[in-house]
């Protein structure tokens, strides 16, 4: 069993810059993709980013795009999210998850963090 913690979210100003971690542990972690999610109270969760694993590739959904970066750091079964320029409206609490194979869904969401963006 594999769980997965994010950390690295808060309350930060319109504009501002943040940094999210999603961490790994337990069995060793060798997904095929590991993917940043978002959801707000009310809304189902929405695709934020992906990066596969062995190569790095990534993939980014329209609400964020050209404001975030994915990355993942192999040794650490980490992956971060770096985002900038945030707006009010990304504020939601943000979770990552992973999938084993290109076809396969994303699963065992993390608790999340909180990600306020307010003046």
């Known amino acids: 069993q594999v769980q997965l913690v994010e950390s690295g979210g808060g309350l930060v100003q319109p504009g501002a810059s943040l940094r999210l971690s999603c961490v790994a542990s337990g069995r060793t972690f060798s997904p095929y993709a590991v993917g940043w999610f978002r959801q707000v109270p009310g809304k189902e969760r929405e695709f934020v980013a992906s990066?596969?694993?062995?190569?790095?590739?990534?993939y980014y959904a329209d609400p964020l795009k050209g404001r975030c970066t994915i990355s993942r750091d192999v040794a650490k079964n980490a992956a971060f999210l770096q985002m900038n320029r945030l707006k009010p409206e990304d504020s939601a609490v943000y979770s990552c998850?992973?999938?084993?194979?290109?076809?396969?869904?994303?699963?065992?969401w993390g608790q999340g963090t909180q990600v306020t963006v307010s003046s």
């Open positions: 998850a992973y999938r084993e194979g290109v076809v396969t869904a994303y699963h065992d």
């Open positions: 990066i596969t694993w062995s190569h790095g590739s990534t």
